[in-house]
């Protein structure tokens, strides 16, 4: 008696397919499957075109930025990039910046956060230079000449909206209570414009803090939600539910969230898995020697994404100011994960 046939299993292709629907079915059951099909393509393809530049990049201004400095022009390279202009404009718009920061002297890593901060708006650039500079020698004259005085300028003159007029004297009120000095000084930014963000402030960082009170980078991650105004209320919970998915793999997995959150409204699950495929996506462009640096850079590919890319997202709300995002990634992540840095290691599962 002839044996039946055995029951067809999947195959690797079959298995692939069915878990890249499985993680994103809260958002894309509902659509056919060759938009989903086509959807996934076409995003892979736009985050290794802009890695792509990312790495354009990095072989442009590496020359311009002196060794203590250049680590952070890999994460300065990755926001270039997503900016999605002429590369060689962009390039050359930098260069010129970087001519201006540079003379006002300083350590040289934090004259690329300004340069960074001061690219993104060179229309504007020229005109506040010059209170920039004001202001970074008032810096240096009440905390001595090892203050980041040229970024904290930057930041007070150009976050969260360019203004002529730095807010010194509210940045020096809420120092003390913020901590970090960026998060007070984009804080003080906030306040100016709205005396009511501060209240804001304070209640999204102790609700992120709530579930980790030793958890790093909140109080970036609540300046980024409070900008987004009473929406950031509604962000919240989608922040710690990422957090919560990217966990320990991912620098301040608070501030990763926070800043994805705030552009891509999608399922955790989904929007870390973006993620992880950009991280892949940056190994393969070796735009970074580290795990944890691929990561963050994977963090800020994603989060370039136009947030019209994805069919079906949550519906879309406000979303902060570009110069806004640079600080987050520069000052909050890139710089965290440096301080952490360790040896190379094995590349990223595929």
């Not at 099909?37 to 990049?57: C, I, P, R, W």
């Not at 920061?101 to 504007?124: F, H, Q, T, W």
């Not at 850079?297 to 997202?313: F, M, N, Y």
Request: with cysteine; glycine share 6%; net charge negative.
């Amino acid at each position: 008696m002839r044996e039946p046939p055995a029951a067809p299993g999947l195959t690797d292709i079959g298995r692939h397919v069915l878990a890249e629907l499985t993680v994103r079915a809260a958002r894309t059951d509902p659509l056919p499957l060759e938009v989903v099909a086509s959807e996934l393509a076409a995003t892979a393809l736009e985050l290794d075109q802009v890695a792509k530049s990312a790495e354009y990049f990095l072989a442009e201004l590496g020359a311009l930025t002196p060794a203590e400095a250049a680590p952070f022009l890999r994460v300065v390279a990755a926001g270039l990039a997503n900016r999605r202009e002429t590369a060689e404009e962009l390039a050359e718009r930098f260069r010129n910046v970087w001519g201006m920061v540079e003379v006002i002297g300083g350590d040289a890593r934090d004259r690329l956060l300004a340069a960074e901060l001061l690219a993104a708006s060179p229309e504007i650039a020229t005109r506040v230079y010059p209170n920039l500079v004001q202001t970074s020698t008032r810096i240096r004259e009440e905390f001595g000449d090892r203050a980041p005085a040229v970024g904290l300028a930057a930041i007070l003159h150009l976050v969260p909206s360019p203004t002529p007029e730095a807010p010194y004297d509210e940045w020096g009120r809420h120092r003390e209570e913020v901590g970090a000095e960026e998060a007070a000084a984009w804080v003080a930014g906030l306040v100016l414009r709205d005396p009511a963000a501060w209240d804001r402030f304070r209640a999204y960082r102790a609700e992120l803090l709530a579930p980790n009170p030793q958890a790093r980078g909140t109080s970036l991650a609540a300046a980024q939600l409070t900008e987004l105004g009473a929406a950031g209320a509604d962000r919240v919970p989608e922040v710690l539910a990422l957090a919560r998915v990217l966990g320990g793999e991912f620098p301040l997995p608070i501030l990763c969230a926070a800043l994805l959150i705030s552009r891509h409204r999608l399922p955790p699950e989904e929007l870390a898995d973006w993620v992880h495929k950009a991280q892949r996506i940056a190994r393969d462009r070796q735009l970074a020697p580290t795990a944890a640096e691929l990561a963050a850079l994977a963090v800020a590919l994603v989060h370039g994404l136009p947030a019209q890319r994805w069919a079906g997202q949550a519906k879309e709300g406000p979303s902060p100011s570009p110069i806004s995002t640079l600080l987050v990634l520069h000052a909050g992540i890139y710089r965290s994960v440096l301080a952490h840095r360790t040896a190379p290691v094995p590349a990223v599962a595929g």
